[in-house]
């Protein structure tokens, strides 16, 4: 069933380039139109005004009118095709993009700092402004030089000479411009790490008096990213200015030099204007270029982080659809650690539950007991071993199908910015309030959020901000138990809790049981161990233990024996 995976973002300017062959040919009428200003003027001097026509002069000017009209429409229709062109683009890769940066930060032992989303509205930005039409101009600057030669070959010389040194010009402010431009970029997202990381633990700043040494540590960041962007945009500004003034003074000397030509007899008038027009057109495109340059250079950086990311993050492969897990948990000899990791944090994992069961999983400090949650969630894949679902591994099925018979309360509550309900259901758009309601109760949620002043239409925001962090927890174990999966994996979940949230996790766990799932609770607490039957001690990555709770804790097993386990077991309670 797998396949190569295709970079969705390659795949997509592979398509948009169908809609840039119609902005090429745009282009090239819109350029050859442009002729018709010049062409204008040359008749205008040198046969109307000696053959003192008002019948050709109204004839020239209908026909400039309705070129400069078509002219317009061109232009109009090549902006539109352009817009449409990075809208549909951004469409078609902001799925692939959003979940590679979900997988890449899941991965992530820390944060880059990197925007992937914004980094695509940039290339969206860049796609739709008038910076794209300059660069197709581009190549009709010999064309435009060639035909002023065609006039006089001194025009075509000064021409010449005025394209290489603006394109040397170019060729400087790229070079020039590059490096402090990506440094910028490099060190601003450092800086973004630093604020992110203060706005998250803002209670930590605040109480400990970290506020200003922070802030003064985010502005000395801010500061260093600011200097060299600051390098590399008065570079580009200054070749900006040197390539506009350039061309002006180019046109003028146009000019001069097409008097000059008329005196010696070998110009006519109306071929001096020509020209003129001519070289400030043929010019342009490079002018303008020097200007877009810098968002140029910000959509290569931006497609380059795009693709680095959707290469190293790619779309798994579409896996056969599987049924609803009802019997039992396998886990299989596992070696596992975090994404890219070559040491394993848990080591040789052997056990099963079978439906109807609860497990709390206990042991010390970085024991390996938040890794094995992320294991049994597919957030971790086994470097060795298996963990199964009615015997299907999670590389046999799909993330997302998986994950709707799994409900995860982490030791880290996140909520999303959203009402109560919207939370609780998972942002699930087919649901029914029933279903949030069951839920809810089903955590023993329900009555606390009713006395809410929106109740279920009460909004979190930015991760659960509005609401204490026992209402956090109720509400995160709400959403594990929504549409009552199979497994439920509980991180510390009466962590924030009061004795009434402890009695109604109890009784939650105590129904999972009842219907025939599986519950596994990580707890340093006793008072969950009444509500399990089983128990999983881990220690230093390792399984120490595993079985009924009444033989782990019986200082002599089912033949008599002394249990040398119980007291490891006692300990680790």
């Known amino acids: 069933m797998s396949i190569t995976a295709v970079n969705p973002l390659k795949h997509a300017i592979r398509e948009a380039r169908r809609s840039m062959i119609a902005v090429v040919v745009f282009s090239c009428f819109i350029n050859i139109m442009m002729l018709a200003g010049p062409v204008y003027m040359l008749q205008v001097y040198d046969r109307v005004l000696t053959s003192n026509s008002i019948e050709t002069l109204i004839a020239l000017s209908v026909m400039l009118l309705i070129l400069f009209v078509a002219i317009g429409l061109l232009e109009f229709t090549r902006s539109r095709i352009l817009a449409r062109v990075g809208s549909q683009l951004e469409a078609r890769v ?36 008038n910076a794209l039409p300059s660069f197709f101009d581009l190549p009709w600057v010999p064309i435009y030089l060639l035909i002023l030669a ?16 603006l394109g040397g010009v170019a060729w400087t402010n790229n070079r020039s411009t590059h490096t402090p431009l990506a440094q910028a970029a490099n060190l601003s997202a450092v800086a973004r790490v630093t604020a992110m990381t203060g706005t998250r633990n803002s209670a930590a700043v605040k109480a400990m008096g970290m506020l200003g040494d922070l802030r003064a540590h985010w502005m000395q960041q801010m500061q260093v990213a600011n200097d060299q962007k600051k390098i590399g945009t008065d570079r580009a500004s200054t070749f900006a200015i040197l390539s506009k003034t350039t061309r002006l003074l180019l046109q003028s000397a146009a000019l001069g030099l097409g008097a000059a030509l008329v005196i010696a007899g070998d110009f006519t008038a109306g071929a001096m204007i020509a020209g003129t027009i001519i070289l ?61 990791a070559q040491k394993a944090t848990v080591s040789d994992l052997h056990f099963s539950l079978e439906a109807g069961t609860a497990v709390a999983v206990i042991g010390p400090s970085a024991s390996g007991k ?13 470097q060795a071993g298996s963990v ?49 309601v069951t839920a809810a109760n089903a ?14 239409a009460s909004l ?44 109604a996790l109890a009784e939650a766990i ?8 599986i519950a596994i609770v990580i707890s340093h607490r006793p008072g969950i161990i009444a509500a399990v039957d089983k128990l999983l001690m881990l220690d230093n990555g390792r399984q120490r233990a595993f079985g009924f709770k009444d033989e782990l804790l019986s200082p002599r097993n089912s033949d008599g024996e002394k249990n040398n386990v119980t007291p490891l077991v006692k300990r680790a309670i």
């Open 94 to 129: 902001g799925n692939s993009v959003f979940d590679a940066d979900v997988r890449k930060r899941v991965a992530a032992s820390s944060d880059d700092g990197s925007e992937p989303l914004s980094d695509l509205s940039s290339v969206r930005d860049f796609l739709s402004s």
């Open 150 to 165: 065609i006039l006089h070959p001194a025009m075509g010389l000064l021409g010449l000479c005025g394209a290489l040194f």
């Open 280 to 340: 400030g057109r043929g010019l342009a495109p490079v002018d303008q270029s020097i200007a877009h340059w810098r968002s140029y250079t910000s959509a290569k950086g931006a497609i380059a982080r795009l693709n680095a990311l959707l290469d190293a993050n790619p779309e798994a492969p579409r896996q056969l659809s599987m049924e609803a897990p009802r019997s039992r948990l396998d886990v299989e000899h596992v070696f596992a650690g975090p994404p890219g």
């Open 370 to 382: 938040s890794s094995l949650a992320r294991l049994l969630t597919g957030v971790w894949l086994p």
């Open 388 to 436: 199964r679902l009615d015997g299907v591994s999670f590389t046999q099925c799909n993330t997302d199908e998986i994950g709707q018979h799994i409900g995860y309360l982490p030791q880290d509550i996140e909520l999303f910015d959203g009402t109560i309900a919207q939370n609780i259901s998972r942002f699930c758009h087919d649901v029914s309030d029933d279903e949030i």
């Open 443 to 456: 955590a023993g949620v329900h009555e606390m959020i009713l006395k809410l002043p929106d109740g279920y």
């Open 460 to 503: 979190v925001g930015e991760g659960g901000r509005t609401l204490s962090g026992g209402q956090r927890q109720r509400i995160a174990l709400a959403r594990a138990l929504f549409r009552d999966p199979f497994l439920v994996i509980l991180d510390e979940p009466n962590a924030s809790l009061d004795s009434d949230g402890d009695a």
């Open 510 to 517: 105590g129904k999972i049981r009842a219907r025939g799932g």
